[in-house]
């Protein structure tokens, strides 16, 4: 299946930096950062710009698909007037057909971050790409010459496209197995349906002979999550919702992309840039680049195919429909990785959080607290022009008497800290499950107990059929012969 496999004995060396030379490539720093996070939806670019507008703050976009050119409704990017407000950076520089990868936004990102610095300004970073705002903030993705990480490996050999192309064209269940084979450690990390992560690992391992598992742990040390946190004098605001009400917002989100002429704008970049693609050899590939859009994939049939105008309506009410799906599966994973990876990670400054489920109280449960935050979190000294702890806009009387709110405590987070330990519920369908946790919750569901109770009935039922006909045959063996 996977052509020039004779040619893949090369194999791309690699050492993992010590932390002189890791700090050598990015020194720490003391200049105050301040990062805004939250799900899909919850309102922190909103926040982002506020504060921006009124701490001499400049917003630097962590967003994996934002930094594309075209696509604006569809990213969800922020319009003119917003950016014309309150400058940001790394929206909307590349061509869509251009590949990007986490390395070049690291780099880009950092610099900058340096550039807001020395210009006495506040760097605002704020996007929903968790690994982008990762590779910002921590030592462990920090690359040089000396170093490889899994983008650069991607990236040597003319041969990638080549294999790319091979692996698009194989089943999910045959990149597993193929994983499985080459890579048992990562696989028994990964779900079997998570076809862009096995795929991703699959290549990586075929391109340079490196394992991806053995990669991610040379990345990240002995800590769990990589390294040290590069900014000493960092505050996170974690914009919160209750799940209900953002579940509706992001489907109203969707609507109102619909209304501002979200059919247009794919159809049109379809057209553009996606088309031809689509036309070559092998099934549409939505797992890179500005493709990984959400609206993409899900608008597929009604973009591509020849359809009457019966279908037609079916197939764009099911791609609204697979749009919001999509939309809010993102917008879980996003609240899960802030849980898990910016909370509960070793090495981390405070979390604080702000609910925005009230939009009317906006300003007294979101904005006001932020201020006030802030102020005391921060250590302002002389390095943003015109802010420090005692100008106006800290001292104003919203803010001063503003809800008091305390960081997120590490123990009140709820993720599965369990041992991966990977299973698979034949009763269930099949189902995988990668750690202790999420098959004792499995255990104990609904779903399991009726399927445990099922095939205990069919057993039973089995098992019965099977006595009587023992009894049967003994009967039949106990009457005389006939004959």
Known sequence: MIRSLSNL?????????????????????????????????????????????????????????????????????????EQESCPHHLIGFLSPLQEYTVVDFQKQARDVINDIHSRSKLPIVCGGTSYYIESILWEYLTSNASTTDDESLLKSKPEANNIRQDLEAMSSSELYEMLEKNDPVRASRLHPCDRRKVMRSVEIFLQSGVKHSDLLLSQAGERRYGGPLLFRNICFLWVQCDENVLHERVNKRVDKMLAAGLLTELQDFHKEYNKNRLNKDG???????????????????????????????????????????????????QMKWLRKRLVNREDTANVYPVDSTNPSDWNEVVYYPSLKILRDAIEWDTFVDGITAESPIFRENLVENAKDIEPIPKTSDKFDNTPRNKRTCNLCGGKVFLTDGEWDVHKKSRRHKRSTASRKRQLTNTCNILSNYEDTLKKQAKMPDDT
Not at 53 to 76: C, P, R
Not at 287 to 314: A, R, V
């Open 9 to 81: 004995r090369w194999v791309t060396f690699y050492r993992h930096l010590s932390s002189s030379d890791a700090m050598a490539s990015y020194q720490f720093n003391d200049k105050p950062v301040l990062v805004v996070v939250g799900a899909t939806g919850a309102g922190k670019s909103k926040l982002a710009l506020e504060l921006g507008q009124v701490l001499n703050g400049e917003i630097v976009s962590a967003d994996s698909m934002q930094v594309y050119k075209g696509l604006d409704i569809v990213t969800n990017k922020v319009t003119k007037e």
């Open 283 to 333: 099934p549409p590939e939505y797992e890179h680049g500005i493709f990984q859009s959400i609206g993409f994939k899900e608008f597929h049939k009604y973009l591509t195919e020849d359809l009457s105008t019966d279908d037609k309506e079916k197939y764009l009410n099911d791609s609204i429909e697979k749009m919001k799906v999509s939309t809010w599966q993102y917008a879980k994973y």
